[in-house]
């Protein structure tokens, strides 16, 4: 809770900072995609088997690997603002948004060798793993950018181009949710196992292994804050709908957000970072 207020005071604090005559503000949403990068960017399913509860004797693990990693979409919407610095030929502007973002990305298994450390566990999980693990991250995110705009000419400024702009800067955003789903032969392997496990314990055989742990990896949970580094380009456009209500002024711009952290939170494989390429459109109000 005490992360999700500092954001809520940094966001109230920037906002206000900007608040002045030169402030320029609006809403905005973005599509795009998203993709898992880092280290341990493949995902590696494990389970370890004991005897029982006790986790005294260790009867060894099965193990499969991902083939590749597959972008999915992105998404953000939210407010931004900015209030112009200095203004000469060009403008340095100072700006701030408030923005919920979603990262999507599947790990791929295709025909994936399975992997047991033992003979028993060999002769029972002797198929190849296909199928996807599609996975979610929200976030609430607070970038901080420094942007450098075109400026036109009176004569020029009648006409619906405004100028074209850059700009970058640091983000830091906070997890909201983070949520997974299993496809095809991935969910498939969850069941075969459930099945063994449940007809060793009817069995009633003390040989055979009694309890299955799966092994948590980074893309499975992870940390409560991220950094970014966010960079792009963009120009504005108005009187292009005549909608006749606000400014009718519009921000298009193309956004590459990059991980600066490496965002697993757990013990193993948690060398992982996010990246997103946006396309988004912001409304001045």
Known sequence: MYRAGFLVVLCLVTLTGL???????????????????????????????????????DLG????RSDEN????????????????????????????LLWQRYNYSHSFKNARMNPSSILLAEVFTDSLSGKIDRTVDYLSLPILLSFHQELSEEKKAQSYQGAFVYLGPAISLKLSQSHS???????????????????????????????????SGSDKYLALKSDFVFGAGFTLKDIFGFGFGKDT????????????????????????????????????
């Open 19 to 57: 608040w002045s005559n030169d402030l320029e503000w609006g809403l905005k949403y973005g599509i795009g995609s998203s993709t898992l990068h880092g280290p341990d960017e493949d995902y590696v399913y494990r389970y370890d088997f004991y005897l029982d509860e006790s986790l005294m004797q």
């Open 61 to 64: 693990s099965v193990s499969v």
């Open 70 to 97: 597959d972008s999915g979409l992105a998404h953000n919407a939210g407010v931004y603002a900015n209030i112009i610095l200095t203004r000469k030929t060009d403008s340095i502007r100072l700006g701030s948004e």
């Open 182 to 216: 299993s496809t095809s032969g991935v969910r498939g392997f969850e069941g075969t196992l459930q099945n063994y496990l449940e007809s060793v314990s009817n069995d009633g055989n003390d040989a055979t292994p009694g309890l299955a742990i799966k092994q948590k």
């Open 250 to 285: 519009f921000d298009f711009d193309f956004r590459v957000t990059m991980g600066l952290n490496e965002l697993g939170d757990t013990s193993i494989r948690d060398a992982i970072i996010l990246r997103s390429l946006i396309f988004s459109v912001g409304y001045r109000l």
